[in-house]
């Protein structure tokens, strides 16, 4: 066991490891969530021995000194960082300090809820309206000037129309989105063989760059959040009249900020964040909660290193550290065998994760994991766990590399490479696992959704011998399910009734249930409406399939050789005989997709839209507008004479309302400018 001392000093060591590894190099070690974690030991032990305390403890300090690639810039204004909460309960204790502070009621203060977007700080200097520089946050006293930079960033105003005499500071965050990070990453593989390991490196990377071109070919954005006022000409009074400023002059700024007043509804909305964090263009860690009156934030004042006035909010981690097991294989429908980790259970992203993909042989052999490693786990949103990486432990022996097996776990087949693939497929049609696989994927709810054809249903009816393809399920009896042990009457009727009722699905669900390679949702739902039927479908002409939204080469080939095999052609056949429909309805919607995946709620009456109308542009433009409130809702539109209890779900809730007047513009863009209060 080490003293507090001792085990100070190690914690510094490494902290100091870390902040060096994140700010000068960007290149992190460990994941944020692990990082956190130490400095919460550090300042635990601080606060329990104030004497190991010191002004130049990493507790008490922002960031890390600059490199020496870029001349130093002084801060006009100290470039100070947030303190963390990681729950509601911290949060809350948060605001009665500030409530203490201020000698008032935490909940008649306003605050203004935003997200705390995950890129790096970034201070820009205009004088007299023209932007002159611009500097990183360095060690929040001195950054590095990385002007011939910023000026190469595309959604940065390098004049501010109308803006007073003399000098301001606007801060914000220099960020990559999720799309053009996805754009990025696919030019750096293909010209470099490597990639970015997330949107935050990559534009810490791209910022820091000595060249200014190279910056100038990164797709870097930057949101702005703060104006400092050095000449106090603005005469500004809140935050919110901040931000509207500075979209004025031409920034981005965060367009699902929100004012709300008092505790409770400043918790409520940061657990919107929390719930819709995905559904945002950007990366986001947390949220982040400012005091809104400005003369209020000066009575809190600052700490050496965060103001008292503001809170990140950090969102339950999506990477996590463990130790990795064991590597197994499993078998999919398309007879793909992907490597699996093996873990010790572990938290992520609030759920516990013991199992997580490795995808293939070449990303097991390129990330170089190893059974017994320390690995990162990363789980986002929806997306199934997957293994980063493994953290380096200096000085542990490690085990022998290894080696993806040769026969197939499942049926004891060969386990193939086909050609420049990375991808190694059992080829037995036969394999029991693949016929599985591709009849929960028939049965799964993105295809025709039958209810009551769980993994073990279909094991016991491919074990009985009573199916082994999709077409077997529609020849399926009562009596002959009645005799099968676990099955009543009851439930071997419900079960031939599901499967009779997916006859008529729409062929865009059939599509995707036949699992055609690289067709999914979207691309099926182009087909079926295209073609809207199989038969026109299955005799179109390559060039004739390209022609549609979507649909490249990749696509277009494999449905048209998945037309032509001859076994392909007798299973839809079966299908057809069997009563499957394998036709769609046409639809004309060819909207912009501005609200992909989000649920809106419609309440009241909106100018100019009948309710049917509304709800059908949010779903011509890809969203869901379902009946009522929920947290799974991304925003509600009120219109004229709105329901009250859908008011007050929203408020509890903390989901923005949009007024019914903002309406076409929100369908147009997919965000707001204003909210009701
Ligand atoms: S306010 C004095 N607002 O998070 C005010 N920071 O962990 C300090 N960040 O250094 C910053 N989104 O780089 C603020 N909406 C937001 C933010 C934000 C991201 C970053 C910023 C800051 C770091 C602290």
């Keep these: 066991m080490s003293t507090p001392a001792q085990r100070a000093r190690e914690l510094r060591d490494e902290i100091v490891r870390h902040n060096d590894a994140y700010f000068v190099n960007d290149m992190p070690i460990i994941p944020d969530a692990d990082y956190d974690a130490l400095v919460r030991e550090l300042r635990a032990l601080e606060d329990a021995h104030p004497e190991l305390r010191s002004e130049t403890s990493v507790t008490q300090t922002v960031g890390a000194p600059h490199s020496s690639v870029f001349s130093e810039v002084r801060h006009g204004e100290p470039m100070l960082s947030l303190d963390n909460v990681f729950d509601e309960d911290e949060l809350r204790t948060w605001c009665d300090r500030v409530a203490k502070g201020l000698d008032g009621e935490a909940n008649e203060i306003s605050f203004a809820v935003e997200p705390k977007i995950d890129g790096l700080a970034l201070s820009i200097t205009y004088v007299d309206g023209v932007l002159t520089q611009g500097s990183t946050r360095g060690d929040g006293r001195v950054g590095e000037d990385v002007t011939d930079n910023v000026r190469t960033i595309r959604n940065l105003p390098l004049t501010l129309a109308g803006a007073p005499r003399g000098r301001v500071d606007i801060r914000g965050e220099v960020f990559i989105t999720k799309a053009d990070f996805q754009d990025l990453n696919t030019r750096q593989r293909e010209r470099e063989g490597k990639e970015f390991a997330n949107p935050r490196n990559a534009a810490a990377g791209s910022l820091r760059q000595k060249d200014s071109a190279v910056s100038a070919s990164r797709p870097l954005s930057f949101l702005a959040y703060q104006l400092v006022d050095l000449d106090q000409s603005m005469m500004l009074t ?17 367009a699902e900020i929100a004012l709300v007043r008092g505790v409770d509804e400043m918790v409520a909305r940061c657990t919107w964040f929390e719930e819709h964090r995905h559904e945002l263009d950007y990366e986001v860690d947390g949220v982040v909660v400012k005091v809104d009156e400005l003369s209020l934030r000066d009575q809190l004042g600052t700490t050496s290193r965060a103001p008292r006035w503001a809170i990140a909010r950090k969102f339950p981690p999506e990477e996590r550290t463990t130790r990795l097991l064991a590597i197994e294989v499993s078998i999919g429908r398309t007879g793909r065998a992907t490597p699996y980790a093996v873990l010790e259970p572990v938290t992520v992203a609030g759920s516990t994760v013991s199992l997580a993909t490795l995808h293939n042989q070449d990303q097991v052999a390129q990330k170089d994991v190893r059974p017994g490693d320390l690995v990162i786990v990363r789980k986002a949103g929806e997306v199934i766990p997957e293994i980063v990486g493994s953290v380096v432990e200096p000085g542990a022996r490690r085990q022998d590399a290894w080696e993806f097996p040769r026969t197939c776990p499942e ?22 696992a693949q016929q599985l696989q591709q009849i929960l994927h028939f049965a799964s709810r993105s295809a025709l959704d039958i209810e009551g054809l769980g993994e073990q249903r279909v094991a016991q009816l491919i074990q009985a011998g009573l199916i082994s393809d999709v077409a077997d399920l529609f020849s399926l009896s009562v009596e002959q399910l009645s005799t099968l042990e676990g099955f009543g009457d009851l439930s071997a009727t419900s079960l031939v009734e599901a499967i009779s009722e997916a006859k008529s699905a729409p062929l865009s669900r059939v599509l995707v249930g036949l699992g055609i390679r690289h067709v999914g949702p979207v691309a099926a739902r182009e087909l079926a409406s295209s073609f809207g039927s199989f038969d026109e479908l299955a005799s179109a002409p390559i060039e004739e399939l390209e ?17 032509r095999d001859p076994e392909n052609v007798d299973l839809v056949s079966r299908l057809r005989r069997a009563g499957v429909e394998l036709r769609e309805t046409r639809s004309t919607s060819k909207e912009p997709q501005t609200l992909a995946g989000r649920a809106v709620v419609v309440t009241g009456t909106i100018e100019g839209y009948s309710r049917d109308e509304a709800e059908g542009a949010i779903v011509a433009r890809g969203g869901s507008s379902p009946g009522s409130v929920s947290k799974k809702t991304y925003c509600v539109i009120i219109g004229e004479a709105p329901g009250a209890s859908k008011l007050t779900k929203a408020r509890d809730l903390g989901i923005p309302m949009i007024p019914g007047s903002s309406f076409t513009n929100f369908l147009s863009s997919g965000t707001w400018t204003t909210t009701v209060d």
Excluded: Q
């Design 238 to 254: 809140t935050h919110m009249s901040t931000i509207a400023k500075l979209s004025e002059w031409g920034f981005l700024t965060a």
């Design 411 to 432: 049926c004891g087949g060969a386990l193939v490479r086909i050609g420049e693939e990375s991808d190694t497929y059992c080829v037995n049609p036969a394999c029991p």
């Design 547 to 563: 022609a549609h939204d979507g649909i490249g080469e990749v696509i277009a080939t494999s449905v048209f050789r998945y037309c």
